[in-house]
């Protein structure tokens, strides 16, 4: 399916099968993607910050300088994703499956379960690494700004 370009800001996409698709600079603001499978989807600068992705299925998405800053990305699957300069600046990423993933990610990110626990920096690397994915390497908002 080849979505790039398309204009989703607001879209209502929880449970939808977006496996494989091409979603590259989509414009993604503000939509609902709750549950929704995005498996192997190419999502290279889409813009889908402040967005809901609890409990997506996002297992080896090409995440490429993509912005979810803002975004609840709370019990889903970032498994085996590739990051290139991928901002979580305050996602929620609590029960989040990392294991696999490698790529470079811009913090601060909110891992906390039961109450909000921002990381950044060094701590936020050894959360990724405690998590399976040892490859992600981080970088403090200041450093690439």
């Known amino acids: ?34 549950h929704a499978k995005l498996c192997g989807a190419d ?7 402040d967005s809901d992705f609890l409990g997506a299925d996002l297992s080896g998405a090409r995440l490429q300088r993509v912005p979810f800053s803002g975004s609840d990305l709370r019990q889903a699957s970032l498994r085996d994703c590739s ?4 901002r979580f600046s305050d996602a929620r990423l609590a029960d989040c ?3 696999g993933a ?5 913090g601060p990110i909110d891992v906390g379960v ?5 990381m950044d920096g060094p701590e936020l690397q050894g959360w990724f690494a405690a998590n399976g ?5 981080v970088h403090q908002k200041a450093d690439v700004d």
Do not use: N
């Open 133 to 137: 994915a040892p490859d992600v390497e």
């Open 43 to 49: 999502l290279q600068k889409a813009d889908i910050s």
């Open 1 to 34: 399916m080849k979505l790039d370009i398309a204009w989703l800001r607001l879209a209502q996409l929880s449970g939808a099968d977006l496996s494989g698709a091409d979603l590259r600079k989509v414009q993604g603001q503000y939509c609902r993607a709750r």
């Open 83 to 86: 990051f290139q300069t991928t």
């Open 114 to 118: 039961d109450s909000p626990h921002l």
């Open 102 to 106: 490698a790529g470079l990610v811009i």
């Open 97 to 99: 499956d990392v294991r």
